[in-house]
């Protein structure tokens, strides 16, 4: 895992949750933690923007923990710390 | 310096009937939260029963004549995504009901970024020497091809106009339109559709299916499509004015979402608080929303002589543009 775009994603999802980073956990569903579909829109768009890559309708889902979130979007941005 | 279209004065019209997000709420499973948290939206106009686009239409075109002191121009160009009629086209009937005579008046039809399209047409006809003066309108009686029960579209979509009048000057000219970016997407078409009722579905011999009279749209892709594609156009028009972003006063968008106008913001690297946002009022009233937009943005004063606007927006088509102008000395109501 690459800790550089993890901790960027936790902080994104903590602002967009607008709860502090400390209080999320990574066995949370993205539903649990309160974030909505257009949340994950944003989120997709964010990693389009910083690293380029195009994360699909649906890849980023309600039902995800923010564990699987990480992982894919670590997995697809490839990126390098 | 070249012979340009010049913004020359600017007017609105919204129906007086207000309806509140509480009020989709008693009818429908939705709340004034959800409302809130996802678009952004407060309150839309309806339009009363009786009256249609071209009321609003005529009503906007005639404050924004008054507000550029001219009594006649030489065309009237009208955006606009729901015509009083599917033929004929709505602006001549405006025009007539503005007592501007015989003049060349027709309709653009490019849903959300019919405003844009608009201007640049208008601005066309001024650039060939057809026209000195040109108003152009945006109007919509949108609520009308909305599902009322679909709690999906219905809170989102409210009904207005707006109107500029262009003039023939050139480029130095504050008002002046500096740059202009248009495109479209034809695979991107079923993004925002309304199924039936055109050619497509009559010609199939069919009646139209139950609901296929309304719009349907898909949210979260046109999400992403939107904040793409403005941000390109808004960068476009950046680089043809030559104008860095951290000198921009103003980004007015389409107003659709604020979570979108947030999204194009953040992607062009402009402060949040540096896109224009007046959707919480009114609601999307596409075609009418720039330039409602702009004449609210006016008359509070939030825009003011000199400042760097970039108008853009994405719509049904799929189609999306942006403009650019540094805002002139105009009379507001």
């Known amino acids: 895992m690459n800790t550089t775009i993890n901790e960027r994603v936790l902080a994104l999802v903590a602002d967009k949750a607008e709860v502090p980073p400390a209080r999320l956990s990574l066995d949370s569903t993205l539903e649990d933690i309160g974030l909505d579909s257009l949340h994950l829109m944003e989120i997709a768009l964010w990693a389009q923007k910083e690293y380029g890559v195009v994360i699909a309708e649906g890849e980023l889902h309600h039902e995800q923990t923010l564990a699987e979130a990480l992982a894919l979007l670590d997995a697809r941005t490839g990126a390098t710390a | ?333």
């Open chain 2, 1 to 333: 310096m070249g012979r340009a279209a010049v913004l020359a004065g600017v007017g609105s019209a919204v129906p007086d009937r207000v309806v509140t997000n509480d009020m989709y709420a008693a009818r429908m499973d939705t709340t004034d939260e959800w409302i809130r948290t996802r678009t952004g939206i407060r309150e839309r106009r309806h339009l009363e029963r009786g009256s249609a686009t071209s009321d609003l239409a005529a009503e906007a075109g005639r404050r924004a004549l008054k507000s550029a002191g001219v009594g006649a121009v030489d065309a009237v160009v009208l955006a606009t995504t729901t015509p009083d009629h599917p033929c004929p086209a709505t602006a001549p009937t405006v025009a007539a009901a503005l007592g501007l005579g015989t003049v060349p008046a027709y309709d653009v039809g490019a849903v959300c970024s019919g405003f844009l399209y608009a201007l640049a047409s208008g601005a066309g006809l001024i650039a060939l020497g057809t026209a000195e003066r040109v108003l152009v309108i945006g109007a919509e009686a949108f609520t009308t091809i909305i599902d009322q029960s679909d709690r999906g579209t219905a809170p989102i979509f409210g009904d207005g106009a707006g109107a500029v009048v262009l003039s023939a000057g050139d480029q130095s000219q504050p008002g002046a339109l500096l740059a202009f970016d248009l495109g479209s997407d034809g695979d991107l078409a079923d993004l925002i559709i309304i199924p039936g009722g055109g050619s497509r579905q009559r010609a199939s011999g069919l009646p139209a299916a139950p609901g296929d009279e309304y719009m349907a749209m898909h949210g979260r892709e046109v999400f992403r499509h939107a904040v793409l594609r403005m941000t390109e156009s808004s960068r476009t028009v950046l680089a043809r004015t030559g104008w860095d972003v951290g000198s921009l006063d103003w980004l007015v968008g389409h107003q659709a979402n604020v979570r979108i106008l947030r999204a194009v913001a953040d992607h062009l690297g402009l402060a949040q608080e540096r896109a224009f946002v007046n959707v919480d009022r009114y609601g999307n009233t596409a075609a009418a929303s720039i330039p409602l937009a702009l004449d609210d943005a006016a008359t509070t004063g939030l825009i003011t002589p000199g400042d760097r606007i970039v108008l853009t927006a994405f719509g049904g088509g799929a189609t999306w543009g942006a403009i650019a102008l540094e805002w002139p000395n105009l009379a507001v109501a």
